[in-house]
Nanobody
Framework: QVQLVESGGGLVQAGGSLRLSCVAS????????MGWFRQAPGKEREFVAA????????AYADSVKGRFTISRDNAKNTLYLQMNSLKPEDTAVYYC???????????????????WGQGTQVTVSS
């Protein structure tokens, strides 16, 4: 069993920045990939970014490429998402997720991920 807790969401004006964090606890005694997804009201959950265990392989949705940066600190069991140049369309609940079966190639779809956090709200005003 793994627990994930996100933090760092909030209300920000367009063009601003936020940094999300996700702390993993529990059965994390193996190598694993992690990812960020988001879900806006009335929309399906969508991929944002993912990173492998070593931090050398990352993937981004086209909509956030060049603005968001995913990173991780394995010593702290923590995943980060630095979000710059935020737009109103980035407004959503952001979820972190852990893929215990995959260490080297991070997945871009929700199905491989085993555990999810409770989400943190990001609201970008125009």
């Amino acid at each position: 069993q793994v627990q994930l807790v996100e933090s760092g969401g909030g209300l920000v004006q367009a063009g601003g920045s936020l940094r999300l964090s996700c702390v993993a606890s529990g059965r994390t005694d193996r190598s694993y990939a992690m990812g960020w997804f988001r879900q806006a009201p009335g929309k399906e959950r969508e991929f944002v970014a993912a990173i492998n265990w070593y931090g050398r392989s990352t993937a981004y949705a086209d909509s956030v490429k060049g603005r968001f940066t995913i990173s991780r600190d394995n010593a702290k069991n923590t995943l980060y998402l630095q979000m710059n140049s935020l737009k109103p369309e980035d407004t959503a609940v952001y979820y972190c997720a852990i893929d215990l079966a995959r260490a080297t190639i991070p997945a871009r779809v929700p199905s491989p991920y085993d555990y999810w956090g409770q989400g943190t709200q990001v609201t970008v005003s125009s």
